[in-house]
């Protein structure tokens, strides 16, 4: 997600790039002063663009409004009589939208931060439990008959955020750093799972392994301490504790071709070679600065279930000015949107598709710079007042449709 931090630094680049070209064009005495005089007015054309593009607020016709008349929210209840998992990220459970829209709307949720190494952690200190706000969270879900899925166990980006700021220090400082991490591992591992046990029954092991950067695992301190048998470790100790639960490695892919794919589908043969037991993929789908290829998407889940595992897509979500060159925003919006859960809804080992958000309202990009500069994002299936949009009622429609049920492989 950094990357992303440094598209907002961009314009102010540009700008400081045209005013230097400026100073020497009119202060230097050359021949070539008219020919940077032109570069700089081509960056300034091109900064206009892109602020206009990606800063400059916008207001898109809201036609859907006035299209349909209020009805009653049955996604949740379409979805489970299809046998199929609709589901949504909650932050927290007194967020007002949390019983708003479940479980009318969704019949799963996924806890955003809540079940996080560090988040679990009482001011970070590695062994202080509190589960006090994902308790809340999980509990609400699990009176209404919502399913729960756990994220996530294990994940090595972002220290201090995602996992303790002390796993840092310990493992600097251990005599053994390798027995170090596996016993931390295996505790947390174990004391969360053990917690949950019962209530959650599908988990997000191991979260992004692969590198944002290249095609190659993310070297972050599982890696660079244990090698990549921490990702296999993980998945065992978990099925250790509680042989019932369906674990997941959980990963985001900005592109379902190329390189760092074949990396990743190298991973899974390696766990699948070496009978750890994985049972599925969770697939972030965060269409952020592009759409995805669906003829590829429907490739490349097919090469999940080849080698033996299910697939969810855990992360989903698709900002509205990608479809701002269409005359109806959201209605191609909610076109994109439904082509790309088919092919989950029509696949019977796709378990199912959960959006990373309630609603636009609760969105990560309306929190985290550049998109919350970047308005409107309203990626998701209800607008900021609970509306239903399009793509509400094409995700409906797809479901009321689903002719296969789920199967075990």
């Not at 898109?60 to 049955?74: C, D, G, K, M």
């Not at 970070?124 to 166990?153: C, M, N, P, Q």
């Not at 400082?173 to 799972?193: G, K, W, Y």
């Not at 950067?213 to 250790?240: M, Q, S």
């Amino acid at each position: 997600m950094i990357k992303y931090f440094l598209i907002s630094a961009v314009p102010s680049v540009l700008v400081l790039a045209s005013i230097i070209w400026l100073v020497v064009a009119l202060f230097r005495r050359s021949a070539s002063r008219k020919y940077a005089i032109g570069l700089i007015v081509v960056e300034i054309l091109i900064l206009g663009v892109l602020y206009n593009q990606w800063f400059v607020s916008k207001d898109y016709p809201r036609n859907y409004l006035s299209e349909r008349a209020p009805a009653a929210i049955v996604l949740a209840e379409t979805a489970t009589a299809k046998d199929f998992y609709i589901g949504a990220a909650v932050v927290n459970a007194s967020n007002p939208l949390y019983g708003e829209l479940v479980p009318s709307a969704y019949n799963s949720i996924t806890p955003e931060n809540a079940t996080k190494f560090r988040q679990l952690l009482v001011n970070g200190k590695i062994g202080e439990y509190d589960f006090t706000k994902a308790d809340a969270i999980v509990d609400f879900a699990v009176s209404k008959d919502v399913r729960v899925r756990g994220h996530t166990l294990v994940w090595g980006k972002f220290s201090g955020k995602t996992y303790p700021k002390e796993l840092d220090d310990r493992i600097a400082s251990a005599e053994d750093p390798a027995a170090e991490l596996r016993q931390i591992m295996r505790d947390h591992i174990t004391v969360t799972l053990n917690h949950f046990r019962g209530r959650i029954e599908t988990w997000d092991v191991v979260n992004e392994p692969m590198s944002m950067d290249g095609p190659y695992l993310d070297k972050n301190i599982y890696l660079n301490t244990l090698g990549k048998d921490y990702i296999a470790e993980a998945f065992r100790i978990a099925h250790e504790v509680d042989p019932t639960l369906e674990l997941y490695l959980n990963e985001q892919f900005g592109n379902y071709t190329g390189e760092g794919v074949e990396v990743f589908f190298d991973l899974l043969k390696w766990l699948k070679e070496a009978d750890v037991p994985i049972h599925g993929v969770g697939i972030q789908a965060h269409s952020i600065f592009k759409t995805h290829n669906l003829v590829e998407f429907r490739q490349f889940v097919n090469r999940i279930t080849e080698l033996g595992l299910h697939f969810e897509v855990t992360e989903f979500d698709a900002r509205i000015r990608l479809f701002d060159e269409f005359e109806d925003p959201y209605q191609a919006q909610a076109d994109y949107m439904a082509e790309y859960a088919k092919v989950c809804i029509e696949n019977p080992h796709c378990a199912g598709f959960t959006f990373w958000g309630l609603s636009d309202k609760s969105t990560w990009f309306n929190v985290i710079p550049p998109f919350s500069r970047m308005l409107p994002n309203d990626p998701l299936l209800f607008d900021v007042n609970s509306h239903p949009k399009p793509a509400y009622y094409r995700i409906l429609e797809a479901l009321e449709s689903r002719k296969v049920r789920w199967a075990e492989l």
